[in-house]
């Protein structure tokens, strides 16, 4: 499956035109239809923002590996066994995303989000 099929499944099961989608990620709706028919492909600030919105994997929306939905891979650490006081959701998904990645990977992320903060 290419990129663009990926999209498109995934705006499908979540009930939102292309429109919408096109709104919630601030680009216009022909760059969203050029997406999912392959005739271009978006940027990497775009599909991470297509990850958020869509509730998948960035790994599997980029290449089609790995799983899916993001809800699916989220791990919980019974309580009993924490030593620290949990961190807040969005930075253990940070941090289970990271420790996932291939040392390169890790390294331009690292990169970005210096550039970026």
Do not use: C
Not at 15 to 35: H, M
Not at 36 to 43: A, H, L, Q
Not at 95 to 105: D, K, V, W
Request: hydrophobic share 35%; glycine share 8%; no cysteine.
């Amino acid at each position: 499956m290419k990129i663009g099929h990926r999209i498109k499944a995934s705006r499908e099961s979540t009930g939102i035109s292309q429109g919408e989608l096109a709104r919630r990620l601030g680009v216009s709706q022909p760059s969203v239809s050029n997406w999912e028919n392959g005739r271009s492909e978006p940027s990497v600030d775009n599909l991470r923002a297509l990850a958020v919105e869509l509730d998948v994997w960035f790994e599997w929306l980029a290449t089609g590996r790995g799983s899916r939905a993001y809800s699916s891979l989220v791990q919980q650490v019974p309580q009993e066994h924490r030593v620290q006081p949990d961190p807040p959701d969005d930075e253990r998904d940070l941090r289970a995303i990271y420790r996932r990645l291939e040392p390169g990977r890790k390294a331009a992320l690292l990169d970005f989000l210096k550039r970026w903060g």
